[in-house]
């Protein structure tokens, strides 16, 4: 078999993938398809040395720039703040205690730190403005405007560490001991501008209640006589006990008032549907039961009067009777209808009338009320004013004294811990860090643009994504021969069409192809044995564009099939660029053109291979166009004549898009099998080969990836061993 095997023509066609894992199962069409975790992960394994190199290169360079960049000096000022020191040392003051405000009253520590009263000075005497925002970048015409806008220092930082009374002042400058004074002189300003505050706000508070103590005395004093006034002129001992016999009073009006308004709504709702002439508003009324009696013996007598004038006619005197009975109670009932309107018109009146008689008791009742219970109220204020006049100007006299005392001996509850001291190592850049973060954000970038790479690709790549994307089973991965590529069209030396070599077989080339090869026997017997119930004889070979391979795996399916000693014949069915008969060397002087022009008959153009038994082949012959327009007449019969002679028929079909004649075979074999190129055919074309298929109901087989390397796919991994394998099996042997 091995020397045989050297005689046969090697394909060159593209290089085909190994076999990769049974079809996947056909996805439901409601199903919603989705992308599992681990193919993002595979995406980064994939990628795993640009994003390496991507994220090296962005912390080289911000080592650098961070090296380069003038180092940040920072001197930082503590200071403490004592809660429980009293601002003052007598009265309330002296022993308030501290409230459960700390981090309010920090907050205001701190905004009084960055204030203009405390950073204007220190801004002033070291030229802080002039550093921070350069000298030349002040214009001269501006410089008068900034001098009185607030002083706002940008390298100045106030913080408080969490659960201290401690206030943290910070400055950075590139002189290490400029940021220590600069610190230190913030803190000491600050702590100056509280102790005049406090000393302000005492010695004015004190001198304001001087100005008020003279004007609130003389206040006391008007109020207390006139409570004293306003009890004599008051007749009543207790003026809260009529007021609550009003009270009560006014609240059983009110009831009574609010039942004579809604029965005033509810006589003034039956007289305006009585007013209009309803009949039916009549009945609804609480006096429409005489007049529903009457409607009823009206109707009566409506329903007698039509008896008599069907049976007697218009001139019978019976008739005359019974419509002069009709027409009396007619009048009657309306008759009843004015007058139940008049009554209850009669009602709505008088409805209205006690509506409006009670109002006025009310209106009168709430006079004599408020008139009551406002000068209960005014002896109330009156009385209240009086104590209040007395106290406040006994707590305004005690507290002047206080604050006189308390503003000459200030104690201030805010110090320095610990002053500002020229630090040694800069704060920036930190280097550390800025590694770091670019580390970080270059990682989330590269693995973002690497995903995004992946989403954008519309290539078929992995099977498992083709097998949920376009619901079509993918039979088997061919892999890439690397070789083929530099090849022209012919035979490869030294290698046969079944992947034995006649070189050394360390070589890694010569596994590639032995891989190659057991990957075709496997989709051979994936496509022979997938239908036990329905034997394939006829298979068109298709693909959705030129250049996919579906020539080369249309070649190699027929010899394996042909290996087992089945009658197999390889038709090669694309016409306008045929290709098989220069992949076993041998000129197509007359194939299928040829037959189908009915020049001879097909067993006169079949070509047998040497080599390769039991495997026939009919080319496609001279090129002709009236061939191709006969395709779809001659085809089926053709096929329908030569699967009687083979077990399996394999025909070479052009791509299917832009060309007629693959639709039409399609249509007279058994099966179809799509070639597609890993990486490089577009999954929309698949799609639409599919969708052209199954419209004109051919059966799909399913679908064949090419040139499948073992990147392309995550799960691609787990046959990637066959090479160890098949080489560890040689050694064996040898040994």
Same mark, same amino acid.
């Given at each position: 078999m091995k020397n045989e095997s050297q005689n046969l023509p090697t394909l060159i066609?593209?290089?085909?993938?190994?076999?990769?894992?049974?079809?996947?199962?056909?996805?439901?069409?409601?199903?919603?398809?989705?992308?599992?975790?681990?193919?993002?992960?595979?995406?980064?394994?994939?990628?795993?040395?640009?994003?390496?190199?991507?994220?090296?290169?962005?912390?080289?360079?911000?080592?650098?720039?961070?090296?380069?960049?003038?180092?940040?000096?920072?001197?930082? *000022?503590?200071?403490? !703040?004592?809660?429980?020191?009293?601002?003052?040392?007598?009265?309330?003051?002296?022993?308030?205690?501290?409230?459960?405000?700390?981090?309010?009253?920090?907050?205001?520590?701190?905004?009084?730190?960055?204030?203009?009263?405390?950073?204007?000075?220190?801004?002033?005497?070291?030229?802080?403005?002039?550093?921070?925002?350069?000298?030349?970048?002040?214009?001269?015409?501006?410089?008068?405007?900034?001098?009185?806008?607030?002083?706002?220092?940008?390298?100045?930082?106030?913080?408080?560490?969490?659960?201290?009374?401690?206030?943290?002042?910070?400055?950075?400058?590139?002189?290490?001991?400029?940021?220590?004074?600069?610190?230190?002189?913030?803190?000491?300003?600050?702590?100056?501008?509280?102790?005049?505050?406090?000393?302000?706000?005492?010695?004015?508070?004190?001198?304001?209640?001087?100005?008020?103590?003279?004007?609130?005395?003389?206040?006391?004093?008007?109020?207390?006589?006139?409570?004293?006034?306003?009890?004599?002129?008051l007749n009543v001992i207790n003026p809260e006990e009529k007021t609550s016999i009003?009270?009560?009073?006014?609240?059983?009006?009110?009831?009574?008032?609010?039942?004579?308004?809604?029965?005033?709504?509810?006589?003034?709702?039956?007289?305006?549907?009585?007013?209009?002439?309803?009949?039916?508003?009549?009945?609804?009324?609480?006096?429409?039961?005489?007049?529903?009696?009457?409607?009823?013996?009206?109707?009566?007598?409506?329903?007698?009067?039509?008896?008599?004038?069907?049976?007697?006619?218009?001139?019978?005197?019976?008739?005359?009777?019974?419509?002069?009975?009709?027409?009396?109670?007619?009048? *009657?009932?309306?008759?009843?209808?004015?007058? !139940?309107?008049?009554?209850?018109?009669?009602?709505?009146?008088?409805?209205?009338?006690?509506?409006?008689?009670?109002?006025?008791?009310?209106?009168?009742?709430?006079?004599?009320?408020?008139?009551?219970?406002?000068?209960?109220?005014?002896?109330?204020?009156?009385?209240?004013?009086?104590?209040?006049?007395?106290?406040?100007?006994?707590?305004?006299?005690?507290?002047?004294?206080?604050?006189? !005392?308390?503003?000459?001996?200030?104690?201030?509850?805010?110090?320095?811990?610990?002053?500002?001291?020229?630090?040694?190592?800069?704060?920036?850049?930190?280097?550390?860090?800025?590694?770091?973060?670019?580390?970080?954000?270059?990682?989330?970038?590269?693995?973002?643009?690497?995903?995004?790479?992946?989403?954008?690709?519309?290539?078929?790549?992995?099977?498992?994504?083709?097998?949920?994307?376009?619901?079509?089973?993918?039979?088997?991965?061919?892999?890439?021969?690397?070789?083929?590529?530099?090849?022209?069209?012919?035979?490869?030396?030294?290698?046969?069409?079944?992947?034995?070599?006649?070189?050394?077989?360390?070589?890694?080339?010569?596994?590639?192809?032995?891989?190659?090869?057991?990957?075709?026997?496997?989709?051979?017997?994936?496509?022979?044995?997938?239908?036990?119930?329905?034997?394939?004889?006829?298979?068109?070979?298709?693909?959705?564009?030129?250049?996919?391979?579906?020539?080369?795996?249309?070649?190699?399916?027929?010899?394996?099939?042909?290996?087992?000693?089945?009658?197999?014949?390889?038709?090669?069915?694309?016409?306008?660029?045929?290709?098989?008969?220069?992949?076993?060397?041998?000129? *197509?002087?007359?194939?299928?053109?040829?037959?189908?022009?009915?020049?001879?008959?097909?067993?006169?153009?079949?070509?047998?291979?040497?080599?390769?038994?039991?495997?026939? !082949?009919?080319? *496609?012959?001279? @090129?002709?166009?009236?061939?191709?327009?006969?395709?779809?007449?001659?085809?089926?019969?053709?096929?329908?004549?030569?699967?009687?002679?083979?077990?399996?028929?394999?025909?070479?079909?052009?791509?299917?898009?832009?060309?007629?004649?693959?639709l039409q075979m399609a249509t007279c074999v058994d099966g179809v099998l799509v070639?597609?190129?890993?990486?490089?055919?577009?999954?929309?074309?698949?799609?639409?080969?599919?969708?052209?298929?199954?419209?004109?109901?051919?059966?799909?087989?399913?679908?064949?990836?090419?040139?499948?390397?073992?990147?392309?796919?995550?799960?691609?991994?787990?046959?990637?061993?066959?090479?160890?394998?098949?080489?560890? @099996?040689?050694?064996?042997?040898?040994?």
């Amino acid at each position: 078999m091995k020397n045989e095997s050297q005689n046969l023509p090697t394909l060159i066609e593209r290089p085909i993938q190994y076999p990769a894992y049974p079809p996947p199962a056909a996805v439901e069409n409601d199903a919603e398809p989705t992308v599992p975790l681990s193919h993002y992960l595979w995406i980064l394994r994939l990628q795993r040395w640009k994003i390496l190199g991507f994220v090296t290169l962005c912390v080289l360079v911000t080592t650098m720039v961070s090296y380069r960049l003038e180092p940040i000096y920072e001197a930082t *000022a503590t200071i403490d !703040i004592d809660r429980q020191s009293p601002p003052g040392i007598i009265g309330e003051e002296a022993t308030r205690s501290s409230l459960n405000d700390a981090d309010q009253y920090l907050a205001t520590q701190v905004k009084l730190l960055q204030s203009d009263s405390v950073l204007r000075p220190v801004a002033h005497r070291f030229k802080l403005l002039e550093s921070e925002h350069g000298e030349n970048s002040v214009n001269p015409a501006n410089r008068a405007a900034r001098e009185d806008a607030p002083v706002v220092l940008k390298k100045l930082s106030v913080t408080r560490p969490p659960n201290t009374y401690l206030l943290l002042v910070s400055y950075r400058s590139p002189d290490a001991r400029l940021a220590a004074e600069v610190a230190n002189a913030i803190t000491q300003s600050y702590i100056v501008h509280t102790f005049d505050l406090r000393f302000r706000a005492s010695s004015s508070l004190t001198t304001f209640m001087e100005k008020q103590i003279e004007e609130l005395h003389a206040k006391m004093e008007r109020s207390t006589g006139a409570l004293i006034q306003f009890e004599k002129e008051l007749n009543v001992i207790n003026p809260e006990e009529k007021t609550s016999i009003l009270t009560a009073r006014l609240l059983q009006l009110n009831t009574e008032y609010t039942n004579a308004q809604s029965d005033r709504v509810k006589r003034e709702s039956e007289f305006d549907g009585l007013r209009g002439g309803s009949l039916e508003a009549a009945l609804a009324s609480t006096q429409g039961e005489s007049l529903r009696k009457m409607l009823d013996h009206l109707n009566d007598l409506k329903e007698k009067f039509a008896q008599v004038a069907g049976h007697y006619g218009v001139n019978h005197p019976e008739y005359n009777k019974a419509a002069a009975q009709v027409s009396e109670v007619q009048l *009657a009932l309306e008759k009843t209808r004015l007058n !139940i309107t008049e009554r209850v018109k009669v009602e709505y009146e008088q409805a209205i009338s006690r509506e409006s008689i009670l109002q006025k008791v009310v209106a009168a009742t709430k006079a004599e009320f408020d008139k009551v219970n406002g000068r209960s109220f005014e002896y109330q204020q009156l009385k209240r004013e009086a104590e209040a006049d007395k106290k406040l100007y006994e707590v305004l006299v005690r507290r002047i004294k206080e604050a006189g !005392i308390n503003s000459s001996f200030q104690n201030s509850s805010i110090r320095l811990a610990d002053a500002a001291r020229p630090p040694v190592k800069p704060v920036f850049p930190n280097i550390p860090l800025n590694a770091s973060l670019a580390v970080l954000f270059s990682s989330i970038l590269a693995i973002g643009a690497a995903v995004m790479t992946d989403v954008l690709d519309n290539t078929v790549r992995d099977p498992e994504e083709v097998g949920r994307s376009l619901n079509v089973a993918v039979l088997g991965t061919l892999p890439l021969v690397k070789q083929w590529r530099k090849r022209s069209s012919g035979v490869i030396p030294d290698r046969d069409i079944l992947g034995t070599a006649t070189v050394p077989s360390a070589d890694s080339s010569h596994r590639v192809l032995s891989s190659f090869t057991e990957s075709v026997r496997t989709l051979r017997n994936t496509i022979l044995l997938a239908d036990f119930d329905r034997r394939l004889r006829t298979i068109l070979v298709t693909s959705a564009s030129p250049a996919e391979g579906k020539s080369t795996i249309a070649a190699h399916l027929a010899i394996a099939h042909a290996e087992q000693g089945k009658k197999t014949l390889l038709i090669d069915g694309d016409l306008r660029r045929p290709s098989v008969h220069r992949k076993f060397g041998f000129a *197509a002087h007359a194939g299928l053109s040829s037959v189908l022009l009915q020049e001879l008959k097909w067993p006169q153009a079949v070509f047998k291979p040497e080599g390769v038994p039991n495997l026939d !082949i009919l080319a *496609a012959g001279p @090129h002709s166009r009236r061939a191709s327009e006969m395709v779809g007449a001659s085809m089926a019969d053709l096929l329908d004549e030569i699967s009687q002679e083979y077990d399996l028929v394999i025909i070479d079909a052009p791509p299917l898009l832009g060309f007629s004649e693959a639709l039409q075979m399609a249509t007279c074999v058994d099966g179809v099998l799509v070639v597609a190129r890993s990486g490089e055919t577009n999954r929309r074309a698949i799609g639409s080969v599919v969708s052209t298929l199954n419209r004109v109901r051919v059966n799909v087989v399913g679908l064949v990836l090419n040139e499948v390397r073992s990147d392309s796919s995550e799960g691609y991994y787990h046959y990637g061993d066959y090479g160890k394998y098949y080489q560890s @099996h040689r050694d064996t042997e040898s040994i």
